[in-house]
Nanobody
Framework: QVQLVESGGGLVQAGGSLRLSCVAS????????MGWFRQAPGREREFVTG????????YYADSVRGRFTISKDNAKNTVYLQMDSLKSEDTGVYYC????????????WGQGTQVTVSS
């Protein structure tokens, strides 16, 4: 059983930056992929980015490509989401997730962390 704990959310002005972290425990990330999803109020949860643990291959949603960067720290079993040039439409709850069969579907989810971008 994989447990995921996110941190780093908060309130930021448009154009600013935030970095989210997600620590995985109870599994072997080297076999997995990890990703970030988000859910805005009144909208369905959407894919933001994912990274294959074995080689760092990453994918991004078109809406965040060039502004967001996913990275990982193998020693800490941690994945990061660096968010730059934030926009009000980036507001939402951000969830970390793990897939046991890259590139998906995703099998384990964190509790989420709130990101609010003020315009």
């Amino acid at each position: 059983q994989v447990q995921l704990v996110e941190s780093g959310g908060g309130l930021v002005q448009a154009g600013g930056s935030l970095r989210l972290s997600c620590v995985a425990s109870g599994g072997t990330p080297s076999r997995y992929g990890m990703g970030w999803f988000r859910q805005a109020p009144g909208r369905e949860r959407e894919f933001v980015t994912g990274i294959r643990w074995s080689d760092g291959t990453a994918y991004y949603a078109d809406s965040v490509r060039g502004r967001f960067t996913i990275s990982k720290d193998n020693a800490k079993n941690t994945v990061y989401l660096q968010m730059d040039s934030l926009k009000s439409e980036d507001t939402g709850v951000y969830y970390c997730a793990v897939t046991l069969s890259w590139p998906g579907p995703y099998d384990y989810w964190g509790q989420g962390t709130q990101v609010t971008v003020s315009s």
